[in-house]
């Protein structure tokens, strides 16, 4: 069994009449993996909204710069001024892309959580924050602890939850909007400019959940209006844990410092300490050098796609998906045709566990989706998913014939059943007999010297 490591084995160019070939290389395209019904088989990935796969340019980015890998800011040896260099310039680079103003602070984080759990400590005391039931459990948590948030039920689609919001902006009391870009669930792009200037005209500012958004479609803060933008590598094809907070720096200067620690200070005395301002304040401890460097390599592709080139691969790979998904008996897609998404599906198959059918698509076909309620427990609820769904995503590096694939898998579900039997192991649905290698063991630990 082999497995790849940089190098792509799919064309990245226009296929024939009907096709679509992947938009950009990805590692991990001709993975093979073990199949429970004997043999093995390339891996689809249709799991992208969880973790994309790190872009070919991201991995030889990462490889390009390990060997120059050291502590940053406060070493005056060479390999700790280059890295301190890259940590600084992939700062820089992350902020061109999401189009941050010229006063903003890029705060680089561990990851969108990270970020917004950071930004709902900066809330000046006493402001209230706006927040939709329908958003991921990292766009929810950190504001629905606070006795100063207003959860509003969503609407029936993205433009009535915009209205909702509207109309509660309107009122006045607000001093923060905590939105979502696009929807994990359903992939239902918000209106952010008309939200902006909403929350705005009320006095209010706006805080964007960018994590399921900025994998599909360009965001630009100062062209947008948006006041703090929320990112994750690991959704942007640079899964090294890394992430970022972009925004105004007046409340971020003023806030506690999110972490109490090295880098963060500019003086310490036995009675007293006096932190420093700007992204240093909210960095503190020896910071992701690799991250960073991956999550701008990850960033800089993405921006050198032509223009609506990403619109164009999702919408084409979207649509060949719901109409497949619509035309096997008994299937359900939840909000199916939105006014604008990206590329999430979620559905439900008649008469079976989702948890089941995720687990039939990986033992017998080698594609890899989501199961659950996805982190947005309270939307997934609304949508009648208390029992979960079956979500589908796609990336840069899915093909049509990924998506047909798994159309012709769950079609011989639906019509004549799994090959295999199977049930509840250890707390996961998985093939009663089950030849596969335990997970856990199925890579060595590496080379060894």
């Known amino acids: 069994m082999s497995t790849s490591t940089l190098s792509p084995t799919r064309p990245h160019c226009p296929g024939p009449a009907g096709a679509v070939e992947a938009l950009l290389p990805v590692v991990g395209a001709d993975t093979l993996v073990p199949l429970a019904t004997g043999g093995s088989t390339t891996y689809a990935n249709l799991d992208n909204a969880a973790s994309a796969p790190a872009l070919v340019a991201v991995a030889e980015r990462v490889a390009q710069v390990l060997p120059h ?10 390999l700790s ?29 561990r990851s ?43 609407g029936a689609d993205a433009e009535e939850t915009t209205a909702l919001l509207q109309a509660e902006l309107a009122t006045g009391r ?7 870009g696009a929807s994990n669930v359903t992939g239902e792009v918000l209106p952010l400019r008309r939200l902006a200037r ?45 992430g970022a907070l972009v925004g105004r720096r007046d409340w971020l200067d003023a806030a506690e410092p999110y972490l109490a620690g090295g880098g963060a200070t500019l003086d310490v005395r036995h009675d007293g300490v006096r932190w420093a301002t700007g992204p240093d304040r909210h960095e503190a401890g020896s910071p992701n050098v690799v991250g960073a ?18 619109e164009d691969h999702e919408e084409a790979l979207r649509t ?5 998904l619509e035309a096997l008996p008994g299937i359900e897609v939840v909000r199916p045709r939105p006014r604008d998404a990206v590329g999430v599906v979620t559905c439900t198959v008649p008469g079976r566990s989702v948890s089941e059918v995720a687990a039939y698509l990986s033992a017998e076909h080698g594609i890899g989706v989501r199961d659950g309620r996805f982190c947005a427990h309270r939307f997934a609820d609304a949508l009648g998913l208390s029992d979960g769904g079956l979500r589908v995503s796609t990336g840069v590096g899915t093909t049509s014939a990924e998506v047909d694939r798994l159309l012709t898998a769950l079609r011989r579900l639906v019509t004549g059943g799994p090959e295999l039997d199977y049930g509840v192991v250890d707390g996961h649905w998985a093939p009663l007999s089950d030849p596969r290698p335990a997970p856990g063991s199925f890579l060595s630990a590496g080379p060894r010297r």
């Open 69 to 78: 890998y050291a502590s940053v800011h406060r070493g005056a040896g060479w």
């Open 293 to 310: 460097v991956a999550l701008a390599q990850a960033c800089t592709t993405l921006a050198g796609l032509p223009p609506g080139a990403l």
């Open 174 to 180: 607000y001093a923060l909007l905590a939105v979502a």
């Open 198 to 242: 909403a929350a705005h005209e009320a006095g209010a500012r706006i805080a964007v959940d960018g994590a399921q958004l900025l994998p599909h479609r360009r965001v630009d803060v100062g062209r947008d209006g948006i006041d703090y933008l929320a990112l994750s590598g690991h959704k942007v094809y640079a899964p090294f844990g890394s």
């Open 320 to 324: 060949r998906l719901v109409d497949g």
């Open 81 to 109: 001024r280059v890295s301190t260099a890259l940590f600084e310039q992939a700062r820089a680079d992350v902020g061109a892309f999401v189009g941050a103003r010229a006063d903003d602070l890029v705060v680089l984080t």
């Open 112 to 154: 969108t959580t990270d970020a917004l759990d950071l930004l709902s400590r900066a809330v000046p005391a006493g402001g209230r924050v706006l927040v939709a039931d329908v958003e991921h459990h990292a766009n929810l948590l950190p504001w629905q602890r606070s006795a100063r948030t207003t959860v509003v039920a969503g």
